[in-house]
T-cell receptor, first 118, second 116 residues
Framework: AQKITQTQPGMFVQEKEAVTLDCTYDTSDQSYGLFWYKQPSSGEMIFLIY??????QNATEGRYSLNFQKARKSANLVISASQLGDSAMYFC???????????????FGTGTSLTVIP | GAVVSQHPSRVICKSGTSVKIECRSLDFQATTMFWYRQFPKQSLMLMATSNEGSKATYEQGVEKDKFLINHASLTLSTLTVTSAHPEDSSFYIC????????????FGDGTRLSIL
């Protein structure tokens, strides 16, 4: 089974509007971390926001917020007031703690390509 | 925020050449470094995980002798693509992290490798 699922290969949003990028995850661990990264066309991976599995409040970082629904195992990224510079690939990721059988494990989704329309 | 430097950013070389890519964490000590390969319009593909002072853990299907990883210190890991061929052309990106589930990976800017 996929650890991270991003079902939206591509999304369009009008400038200044809000957009939600979907992410669901699969884990049996109690302690894990959820992350969102942005990858512009230049290639670098930019860390946007983090949500811990024990955090009761949704994470926010400026225009980014994470809609964390633990029971549904979803961690959607909300970008408010979209800007042209937000056009990029967005990756959802999960980190589980190392276990006896695995080392540090990060899992990435397949990404969502966001295009902001002027 | 944490800074990871990856060098070089772009390499163009002839088939059969070996290419070394460096990944440095500039302002923190990284317990673990990761090496990824990314094909156009695809997600990151983990190649290997390396911890300082120990052998790298390679993902299934990644040739250890082809992609040599050295993690000599808590701030430096290198990936050497040995005897590179055109099919090795890709975008390679490293990341560094400390060992905790609440810590993100901090990525280098990536290396675009083109083998002629």
């Amino acid at each position: 089974a996929q650890k991270i699922t991003q079902t939206q290969p591509g999304m369009f949003v009008q400038e200044k509007e809000a957009v939600t990028l979907d992410c669901t995850y699969d884990t049996s661990d109690q302690s894990y971390g959820l992350f969102w990264y942005k990858q512009p066309s230049s290639g670098e991976m930019i860390f946007l926001i983090y949500q811990g599995s024990y955090d009761e409040q949704n994470a926010t970082e400026g225009r980014y917020s994470l809609n964390f629904q633990k029971a549904r195992k979803s961690a959607n990224l909300v970008i408010s007031a979209s800007q042209l510079g937000d056009s990029a690939m967005y990756f959802c990721a999960m980190r589980e703690l190392p276990s006896a059988n695995t080392g540090n494990q990060f899992y990435f989704g397949t990404g969502t390509s966001l295009t902001v329309i002027p | 925020g944490a800074v990871v430097s990856q060098h070089p950013s772009r390499v163009i070389c002839k088939s059969g050449t070996s290419v070394k890519i460096e990944c440095r964490s500039l302002d923190f000590q990284a317990t673990t470094m990761f090496w990824y390969r990314q094909f156009p319009k695809q997600s990151l593909m983990l190649m290997a995980t390396s911890n300082e002072g120990s052998k790298a853990t390679y993902e299934q299907g990644v040739e250890k002798d082809k992609f040599l990883i050295n993690h000599a210190s808590l701030t430096l890991s290198t990936l050497t693509v040995t005897s590179a061929h055109p099919e090795d052309s890709s975008f390679y990106i490293c990341s560094a992290s400390v060992d905790a589930s609440n810590q993100p990976q901090h990525f280098g800017d990536g290396t675009r490798l083109s083998i002629l």
